[in-house]
Structure formats: structure tokens, C-alpha cells
């Protein structure tokens, strides 16, 4: 249900939070804090590069109240705007399809039908236009940002949908060092979102959403949002005034978290085939295997789980949409070794 509403641990912490509603509360508040810190110099030189793609950040304030002293006019030859339109008009010009290919004989015919229900898929939801929205905020900040999920509204049996999402709104690993944030342990998303969508989408848990938390702190828009989740009263000092005007806007601040971690399954050789069994069933079934000297092998897999969480309230958990992979996937474009972040040919120019 709460995909419509965002069309929406570290390896070193792994093992030191417990499975419960306060731990997980603790893994997302840790992360969000190791997150802010480490994107804070990104989020400022990104805003500033989509200041020189619109032609409103070449000039300073304190030089265009100099130039208002001595009555000249603030000329502005915007040559970054179209350098960054040359690039995605490329990007446009030079679209590649999904293709399915064959790999065996006798797959042409399935691959044939994938082909074509991809591209009804992505028809339907515009994915070419929104990708290359995503394309252009890594050209220009370096990253970009889509998200895939399910809308049940507009059509009851589902409709797959690829959304571009503002890349101020994402927080991500900061171990992450391969391309797209391929190796990311975990992303989140913070959302301000109408408390009718609260309602709609978790009506026992809205009215819930009494304390703040990290993620709702004012908001500097050069900086992100600044916070020490580590703080036992980080929020007793927060700035009411914002607080309120947020409320009498009908919004709150929803996190949504997505992470993996790694479960133990057992490969069990049954005749020719091989099965999969989770360590529950693995369990209750180990003494008949033994004794009937079947082999199994013990490995360990990925598994992905989201949650939703407004305040200090956890709205919802459950696993991950996409078994294979976050639903939320980035475009990243040239990386800063020395800082680990990523930036565009704006901060080149």
C-alpha cells in the first residue's frame, strides 16, 4: 500500500542492533546521522550547481547588492545552462531500448514476450522522459535518482511505475564507492508528505506521530537538514515556529528505509533437483535429512527490507518490494575519490 505514497546497517553495524521496533528505530536514526554528515558538502556545491544550470547562482548576493548600489543591471551569460542542455539532448537523441536476448536455444520466442512487455511497461509510465530527468540532475550535482514501484490506483490489478525522485530528498551508504552506489548497504528517502496520505495509508498509525525526530528539524537549504541523532535530547531545543508552520501546512516528514542484510538458507539435494529451505524449515526437517543421508549446503543470501517511519514512530515494515535489489536506484556520474561523493560536468565547468 505504501508504494504509492513515494512514487516512496553498515557492514561495521551489522550484528549490533536488535530486530525490534526500538532497534530498528536506532539503526535508521544512526544512519540518517552518518548520512547528513557525509553528504552536507555535497548538498551545498549541488545546490549551487543548479544555481548556475538556471542562471540565478553566477552571482553572489553580496555582489548584486553592489551592483544595486551603482545602479548597474545584473547581466547574466548563462553558458552552463546550455552546455548542460547539449549533453541531454545527446541523452535523448542516443536512447537504447531494453532488449531481452536469448541465451539458450528455444528462449527466442520468451524472450520475444519479455521484450515486448517491457516496453509496454515503460511506455505507459514514461519511464524514457523520467530517466532522463534523472540524467540530468547527475550531470549536473552528479547524481540522479529513480524509483520503480506499484500504483494500484489508476489500475486495480497494478501498474508499474519509474518516477525520477529529487536527489535532496535521498540519503545513502557512505561506505559506498562503486558506480550507481552498486555496493550500498542501505538508502533512505525523507519526504514531506499531507497527512491525508498519513491517513490513507496507515490509519492506525498517524495519530501515533506525537514526537519529532532528527529528520524533522528545520530545514537549512544550503546544508540539508542538520542533526545529532545521537544526542539523548536532540529535539528539546527544536525551533517550534517551524514545527508549527509545517502543521498548519496538513505535512509531516515521512523516512522511508531501505536495507539488506544477510540470511542463513539451506540447498538440499532432493533426487535431481536441488530446493531451497529457509533455516526455520531447515530446522524442523535436519534430523529426516541426516538420517536419510541427503546432502544440503549452508549459504547465506541477501535479504531486502524497507521501512516507513514518521517522528518516532515506525509506520510499517515488511520486505522489500524488490527481492533482488532497492527500489530506489541512483545515477551517479564522476566520483571524488578523495571525498567519496559524486559531482557533475557543472562542477567541472
Known sequence: MAELLFAGGTPDNEGIYDDTDEGLLKRIK????LGTDHSRKWRQEAREDYGFVSGDGQWSEEEKQKLREQLRP??????????????VGAEVNNRQEVRYIPREEGDSG???????????VRDLCDAEDEETDAFMDASICGMGWTE?????????DGQVKIDRVDPFEMWWDPDSKKQNLSDARWVMRVKEISVEDMKAFWPSKYQEVVERGPWDRPTDEDIGIETNANEPDEYAHQDPIEWAHRRRKGTRR????QWWEREPVYRVGVGDRVIELSEIKFNRLKDRIEQAGIRYLKQTRRKYQRAFVSGNTILERSACPCKNGFTYKAITAKRNRNKNTWYGIVRSM
Not at 545584473?74 to 549533453?87: K, L, Q
Not at 520503480?148 to 486495480?156: K, P, V
Open 254 to 257: 515521512v523516512v522511508e528505509f
Open 74 to 87: 545584473e547581466i547574466t551569460f548563462n553558458r552552463t545552462g546550455a552546455v548542460i542542455d547539449a549533453v
Open 30 to 33: 544512526d544512519n540518517f546521522k
Open 110 to 120: 520468451v524472450n520475444e514476450v519479455l521484450t515486448g512487455a517491457g516496453e509496454w
Open 148 to 156: 520503480t514501484w506499484m500504483d494500484y490506483e489508476e489500475d486495480l
